[in-house]
């Protein structure tokens, strides 16, 4: 085979190569990476369509499919998952306590070593009491970091599982919102 038609095969396959963003979609657990898939399908599902009817049915659907996978195949559980912290803020309370609220992001491609932006991802937020076990992890973190978390969905007063953030009919899944609940959270290199 001559080298000028291996340099295009070369290029193409290190293009594609995950490893060029230092493996880190290599080392999201599948459960992850399953979730990720599922809003990018809706998402691409939701752009391909002009018509605001088709688009309004696309979200409804792939809104209840997304939520299916996460009740019924992830059973609302997330264990060692690679995000971002985006946010870490407090908010005063009125007995000299406060919350802690955390943003988290998962991002959908291959933003996990560079500067996240909030659009392309899958988004967390947790709110901590001030006595959870979580505080004390949180307490040697900023924003930027990344992060391994480990937690549950939210679930409402019926125990079911919802976005937090009102879906769009305008953006669709450009960043679907959940309430998480963190049960640990660590640095990662």
């Known amino acids: 085979m001559k080298l000028s038609r291996l340099i295009p095969a070369l290029l193409l396959f290190s293009a594609c190569n995950n490893t060029q963003h230092g493996g880190q979609l290599d080392n999201m657990p599948a459960s992850e990476l399953a979730l990720i898939k599922r809003v990018e399908i809706a998402d ?4 391909v369509n002009d018509s ?12 209840a499919a997304i939520l299916k996978f996460v009740q019924d195949t992830l059973q609302g559980n997330v264990k060692q998952w690679l995000a971002i912290v985006e946010t870490i803020k407090t908010t005063p309370l009125l007995n000299d ?3 802690i609220n955390v943003r988290l992001l998962i991002p959908r491609n291959a933003y996990l ?21 979580v505080k004390n992890a949180l307490k040697e973190m900023k924003d930027g970091d990344r992060v391994k978390v480990s937690g549950t969905f939210v679930r ?10 009102f879906m769009d009919p305008q953006e669709g899944f450009s960043s679907p919102a959940f309430k998480f609940n963190i049960q640990s959270i660590t640095k990662r290199p």
Do not use: R
Not at 52 to 63: C, S, V
Not at 122 to 130: E, G, L, Y
């Open 97 to 99: 306590d406060y919350d």
């Open 52 to 63: 605001p009817i088709k688009k309004g049915e696309a979200l409804k659907y792939h809104k």
């Open 44 to 47: 691409s599902a939701f752009l």
């Open 156 to 165: 409402d007063i019926v125990k079911t599982i919802d976005f937090d953030n």
């Open 113 to 133: 070593n560079e500067e996240v932006p909030e659009s392309g991802t899958i988004i967390f937020n947790a709110q901590i009491d001030s006595e959870d076990s």
